[in-house]
């Protein structure tokens, strides 16, 4: 399926189906385990397959479901959400449906399939129905031969026999065959079993105590829970006082400080580092001060390669940007380890060797992801360039105090050196020449021209004509340019114009209609939302009124862009859950109360985010979002049988407990099993793990605050939910 629907193996589609495995799982655990519970009570295999799969068929089906649903809401995320979370709730859909389709048909077939013990043969008659079957088929053909007419028999008579002969033949061989093949996989199994008798039996021995052990502690644990569960339910008031505590201390208190960012940085084990000396500096040069950096980076032993390259080709996308003023440095680090404080530690090292050359300045850069080169963009818009200019640089230096921001950058640079020739007309007409030729004339020389090209094969060569480099170097050089060649007395150009040195600008930006100027930083040691805070004042502090004067973009618009989408499509997917389940149940009441472990589980979730310092973002979200789909799970089952021994006529407060204490150990391993199928990208195992550890923080701690709430608050709500109904 992910091949017809185009979806690759990516960090994404791999974190779906690390997800996804965990919760494939759970529909099996359930089936199973209400299947051995009917097989305890005493009836046959497929008594017990038809009857426990029919008890649990419509819980493990809405739970289910509830978790597909709430993958359909990313179809409306807009932004860089909606285009990395595509693959991956594909990839958990189709693995979940088909876990339900293997719950529900291919397990309890499973468990009907029984093999005789100990290996035995099965009796010699079984083994003797093919020979007879044979012997019939050439009974059967002889008589149909004998039924014809007499001329008909004569001719076809050999020919009937030959055929009936091989295929008698054929079979018996074939069964000969089957028999050998039999006999020899089952001395193969005899002398395996010789072979590993004394390892297999310790091996037994050791599963049989673990097994043994643990279902002594799952005995233990179920009698302590119900004896707890039933003090708790007839004194539900503490419970609910300190869960709702933690509600209004997580959502109130810790909520407002956890920063927020668009989505996790990321170490792809390269980055750039953008060198930049001041405007005028010929492209030697240029080289020639990052040589020694660049030597000294090779010899590092987290470097793996680097490469560096000098100015810009006049005929590149990149010259207006880059001058020969300016290099790039990139840096490619040795694979494995923490590339984070590989780079780190190269980054600080380049920083050094660069403040030791003069007039250098470096910016470090990483690769664009989702088209951002740098987290933070401020945008200042003036009318006149002169004002533009000073506004960018009270700005570049109050950012640069900063101390959360690195690598700051203005697009208003120094501008390239340019020399503006101002002609006298009259000067020019007393020689008979116009502005037109001395500006041709003086073009020439400089930049030269083309008369005529050398064509060598299929390559045509320009061929120019320019003055020597010695006649063009300064500006005194074309201040003593010949302007009329062609006539006895020579005039200088400066002769007949002035010419001035000026500097240009080096780009000029527009937004919106609009001159602006845009300022980059890199963040260091916090977040992309409290770094915006801090920029917001300070421009607020000089004067400037935001979306007037000024507007942040970048990731930080990007970041509200998507969060927004994703608040959306939370609350969406919470609707869908509450839909699947009030249609499973027919009910409306029950759905609400297991939609109550949603905001629980959140607020279970916050200090961990706060505590161990990961901010909001896109994958957080995502966790949010899966967690609302998979917390509900529990909760559908327990409610469910509780439900049904409701119908029944168990009283409420017993039929509270005894579904609590029976759907113990299904709870217990189905929470466990999505824990651990998404602890090694919580503990940071493989590539890529920045963009996965704050989903699996996040799925892991819901699912385990949600499984607490799950066996202690849903019985309580339920037991209240049900007597105030028949006090009504």
């Known amino acids: 399926v992910m091949h017809l629907a185009r979806v690759t193996i990516n960090i994404m589609s791999l974190g779906g189906l690390a997800l996804g495995i965990g919760m494939m799982v759970d529909n099996a655990i359930v089936v199973i385990e209400s299947i051995h519970r009917r097989r305890e009570s005493g009836d046959d295999p497929v008594t017990a397959s038809v009857i426990g799969t029919r008890t649990v068929g419509g819980a493990v089906t809405a739970s289910t479901l509830t978790t597909v649903v709430v993958f359909f809401p990313i179809v409306f995320v807009t932004g860089v959400a909606g285009q990395v979370f595509g693959d991956m709730a594909l990839t958990v859909v189709i693995s979940l449906s088909v876990s339900l389709l293997v719950a529900l048909f291919f397990i309890p077939m499973l468990t009907t399939r029984g093999f005789s013990a100990g290996g035995e043969i099965p009796p010699a008659r079984d083994w003797k ?24 028999r004569i001719p076809v ?41 004394p390892v297999w039996g310790e091996v037994v021995k050791v599963f049989r105590s673990v097994g043994n052990a643990f279902q002594r502690s799952i005995a233990s644990l179920t009698e302590t829970y119900r004896t707890s569960l039933h003090t708790l339910v007839s004194k539900p008031l503490p419970v609910l006082f300190l869960f709702g505590l933690l509600c209004i201390v997580s959502f109130a208190v810790l909520l407002p400080r956890i920063g927020g960012e668009l989505i996790p940085s990321v170490s792809q084990g390269v980055f750039n580092v953008e060198f930049t000396l001041p ?13 020694p950096i660049e030597k000294s980076v090779r010899r590092m032993d987290e470097v793996r390669m680097v490469s560096s390259r000098s100015g810009g080709e006049l005929t590149s996308a990149e010259a207006s940007l880059r001058g020969p003023n300016q290099a790039v440095l990139t840096v490619r680090l040795t694979p494995g380890g923490d590339l984070e404080y590989k780079e780190n530690r190269v980054a600080a090292s380049v920083r050094a060797l660069t403040a030791r050359v003069p007039d250098l300045e470096m910016l470090v850069t990483h690769p664009a992801l989702f088209t951002f080169k740098q987290p933070v963009e401020v945008i200042l818009k003036r009318d006149d360039l002169a004002e533009l200019h000073h506004l960018a640089v009270q700005v570049r230096d109050q950012l640069a105090d900063l101390p959360i921001l690195t690598d700051i950058e203005s697009s208003i640079r120094p501008g390239y050196p340019e020399i503006i020739i101002v002609f006298d007309r009259d000067r020019l007409a007393r020689i008979g020449l116009t502005t037109r030729d001395a500006a041709r004339r003086v073009q020439t020389s400089v930049l030269g021209n083309v008369p005529t090209r050398f064509r060598e094969e299929e390559r045509r060569i320009d061929i120019r004509v320019q003055l020597t480099e010695d006649s063009r170097r300064s500006l005194e050089d074309l201040r003593q340019l010949v302007i009329n060649p062609d006539q006895p007395i020579p005039v200088t150009l400066a002769d007949v114009a002035r010419l001035e040195l000026h500097e240009g600008p080096a780009d000029i930006k527009r937004i919106g209609s609009t001159r602006s ?15 915006g805070f801090e920029i917001r004042s300070i421009l607020n502090d000089m004067g400037l009124a935001e979306e007037y ?66 901010p909001l973002s896109i994958m957080v979200f995502l966790g949010l979002i899966v967690l609302a789909g998979i917390v509900v799970n529990n909760s559908i089952v327990l409610v469910d049988y509780a439900n049904q021994l409701l119908n029944s006529g168990v009283p409420a407060g017993d039929a509270v407990i005894e579904a609590a204490r029976t759907r113990l150990r299904p709870i217990l391993m189905t929470s466990l099993t999505t824990v651990l199928a998404l602890l090694p990208m919580a503990l940071g195992v493989g590539e890529g793990v920045e963009m996965r550890r704050p989903m699996a923080v996040t799925v892991i701690f819901g699912l385990l605050f949600a499984t607490l709430v799950t066996l202690i608050v849903t019985p309580i709500l339920i037991r209240l939910s049900v007597r105030e109904r028949r006090r009504k």
């Open 129 to 152: 129905r093919p020979m007879h079957r044979g012997f019939r088929q050439f009974k059967r053909g002889f008589a149909l031969w004998r039924s014809w007419r007499r001329e008909l």
């Open 157 to 197: 008579a050999p020919f009937l026999f030959i055929y009936l002969l091989i295929k008698l033949l054929l079979g018996w061989f074939y069964l000969a065959l089957a028999l050998l093949l039999f006999y020899v996989l089952i001395a193969l199994r005899w002398i395996l079993i010789q072979l590993a008798a």
């Open 279 to 291: 405007v005028g500096t010929p492209v030697e040069r240029t080289a020639e001060a990052i040589l």
């Open 517 to 531: 100027a845009v300022i980059t930083a890199a963040i260091e040691g916090s977040d992309l939302k409290s770094a």
């Open 549 to 614: 004067d000024y507007s942040i973009r970048g990731q930080r618009r990007e970041m509200e862009k998507s969060l927004s989408s994703l608040r959306f499509a939370l609350l969406l997917a919470v609707f869908l859950v509450y839909v699947v389940m009030a249609s499973q149940f027919e009910s409306l009441r029950f759905p609400f109360l297991i939609l109550l472990t949603i905001p629980l589980a959140v607020a279970g979730v916050i200090p961990v985010l706060w505590g161990l310092g990961i």
